[in-house]
């Protein structure tokens, strides 16, 4: 394996990590950078540099013929794609594959029935996984959402069957609804991913988003590496994730049960790669099959972090068919507490994207922190890719230690120049409901932290307001 070229068609942080992870295995980290983005920061990281002609994503990241001729061109021998992107793209690994090109993920037929909901969720239905009641297959009207809504019972959710990212779904809770939102969504899903089809399933009221790691390997080996909870979200998009779940908690039944039901349904499509397979679990603990993300996740640094296990490493070694860095499930233990918060460049209280150049980037952490991030003073954030630049990653022995020190990471992090939404985070993380592990999904709608944070004007002009009282007093003392 040492000594191969691989090829990093992805960018910003995830590019960072999986460039770390390349050069620490002996292996050629070959970057990219567009006409759009000269300058990327994941170029620090990598051995060797190639150019991705053309200045948006189409003509770049997700250009297949113009990737596969650098590889041609580089003389690649794997491509690593990061999330996002091509990373759940079935042509593109059945591309790989045939120029005998390794990718560094799961073999084409697992993205393909892992890949889209509607085959997924009969994959783990044959496999004896519980998933949500409703549709199997897509849903072809409005007629017959109905019908499926009467017979399992509303609320319903309607759901893009090629969806993800919390794009394509709607809450229906009655039949207006339906008739309301069926062609909007279909238009959206049709937008965003080509493929406008619906599935109907049960909307589980106060639902927890629990998804469990898995690591396979190309020997029939699949491992469970616990799983985290990931239900603090803005429009189904996640922006705090916790492993292990404080939801499940000190259950170690449920949490033997859901490991074990992703490790028989990744065992059902031979996976042997990264992947996570995520549920939804009602408030009382019973859990569905959702979906499989057949690459490595955004808050995978948090499983790392209380597993000790690298699993972007260890992704690599399966895709080379080498050795995993453990041998048994039981070298696979959790150890403390870890708490990931997502930065991103968008307003705090819309919760929306925010472009702009960084100005100032400062760091003062407490000890055990850990920041993966893309950020550098003079770093332009364009509204051409997702608004997330940063994760900030607290481990501790208990989520009290976990959480005091991801608190203290956020006033030790300073970003100047954009908007983020680490005021919200600040809000989040002093709430009383967050701080005790009760919340679900529905947080940010019902708890509302986003009407607690100050706007920045209201903040600038408190921070004079101290400075003048400090003024003052220092007059007094002389």
């Given at each position: 394996m040492k000594g191969k070229r691989v090829l990093i068609i992805n960018r910003g942080e995830i590019a960072i990590r999986v460039a770390k992870a390349l050069n620490e295995?002996?292996?050629?980290?070959?970057?990219?950078?567009?006409?759009?983005?000269?300058?990327?920061?994941?170029?620090?990281?990598?051995?060797?540099?190639?150019?991705?002609?053309?200045?948006?994503?189409?003509?770049?990241?997700?250009?297949?013929?113009?990737?596969?001729?650098?590889?041609?061109?580089?003389?690649?021998?794997?491509?690593?794609?990061?999330?996002?992107?091509?990373?759940?793209?079935?042509?593109?690994?059945?591309?790989?594959a045939k120029k005998g090109i390794t990718f560094i993920g799961p073999n084409p037929t697992a993205v393909y029935k892992?890949?889209?909901?509607?085959?997924?969720?009969?994959?783990?239905?044959?496999?004896?996984?519980?998933?949500?009641?409703?549709?199997?297959?897509?849903?072809?009207?409005?007629?017959?959402?109905?019908?499926?809504?009467?017979?399992?019972?509303?609320p319903i959710l309607l759901k893009a069957v090629a969806g993800g990212g919390g794009k394509g779904m709607r809450p229906c809770f009655n039949e207006e609804d339906i008739k309301n939102h069926f062609s909007a969504?279909?238009?959206?899903?049709?937008?965003?991913?080509?493929?406008?089809?619906?599935?109907?399933?049960?909307?589980?009221?106060?639902?927890?988003?629990?998804?469990?790691?898995?690591?396979?390997?190309?020997?029939?080996?699949?491992?469970?590496?616990?799983?985290?909870?990931c239900s603090i979200q803005r429009r189904h998009q996640k922006i705090i994730e916790e492993a292990p779940s404080p939801f499940i908690g000190t259950d170690e039944a449920v949490r033997k049960a859901i490991?074990?039901?992703?490790?028989?349904?990744?065992?059902?499509?031979?996976?042997?790669?990264?992947?996570?397979?995520?549920?939804?679990?009602?408030?009382?603990?019973?859990?569905?099959?959702?979906?499989?993300?057949?690459?490595?996740?955004?808050?995978?640094?948090i499983t790392e972090e209380i597993t000790g296990v690298d699993l972007v490493a260890n992704m690599i070694k399966a895709a080379f068919n080498e050795p995993l860095d453990f041998k048994s499930q039981?070298?696979?233990?959790?150890?403390?507490?870890?708490?990931?918060?997502?930065?991103?460049?968008?307003?705090?209280?819309?919760?929306?994207?925010?472009?702009?150049?960084?100005?100032?980037?400062?760091?003062?952490?407490?000890?055990?922190?850990?920041?993966?991030?893309?950020?550098?003073?003079?770093?332009?954030?364009?509204?051409?890719?997702?608004?997330?630049?940063?994760?900030?990653?607290?481990?501790?022995?208990?989520?009290?230690?976990?959480?005091?020190k991801i608190r203290n990471a956020v006033d030790g992090l300073l970003i100047d120049g954009i908007k983020t939404n680490i005021p919200l985070h600040r809000v989040i993380l002093d709430e009383e409901?967050?701080?005790?592990g009760l919340y679900s999904t529905n947080y940010i709608g019902t708890i509302r932290p986003q009407d607690k944070v100050l706007p920045k004007e209201k903040i600038e002009a408190f921070f004079l307001k101290v400075a003048g009282i400090e003024m003052n007093q220092l007059k007094g003392d002389l």
């Open positions: 295995l002996g292996l050629v980290s070959v970057g990219v950078w567009t006409d759009n983005e000269t300058e990327p920061p994941h170029l620090e990281y990598c051995q060797e540099w190639v150019h991705l002609s053309g200045s948006n994503n189409k003509e770049t990241y997700l250009n297949i013929p113009k990737i596969l001729k650098l590889i041609d061109d580089y003389k690649i021998d794997g491509v690593h794609p990061g999330y996002g992107f091509l990373s759940e793209n079935r042509e593109f690994s059945e591309a790989l892992m890949g889209a909901k509607d085959i997924s969720k009969q994959v783990a239905k044959e496999a004896g996984v519980p998933v949500v009641p409703g549709s199997i297959g897509e849903v072809p009207s409005i007629e017959e959402a109905i019908k499926i809504a009467e017979e399992i019972g509303y969504v279909q238009r959206e899903a049709l937008s965003s991913f080509g493929y406008a089809a619906l599935l109907v399933e049960k909307y589980i009221l106060n639902p927890h988003h629990i998804e469990v790691q898995i690591l396979a390997d190309k020997k029939g080996n699949v491992y469970h590496v616990f799983e985290r909870e490991c074990e039901t992703a490790v028989k349904c990744a065992k059902a499509v031979n996976y042997d790669s990264a992947g996570t397979v995520e549920f939804i679990m009602g408030e009382d603990k019973k859990f569905y099959f959702l979906e499989m993300n057949t690459r490595i996740q955004v808050e995978h640094p039981d070298d696979i233990k959790i150890h403390g507490h870890a708490i990931e918060l997502r930065i991103c460049a968008e307003d705090p209280i819309t919760m929306l994207p925010a472009p702009g150049k960084i100005v100032g980037f400062e760091t003062t952490f407490p000890q055990g922190i850990r920041f993966d991030h893309c950020i550098y003073p003079k770093f332009s954030i364009t509204s051409d890719f997702d608004p997330m630049i940063g994760k900030l990653i607290a481990k501790g022995l208990t989520r009290d230690v976990a959480l005091r409901t967050f701080q005790k």
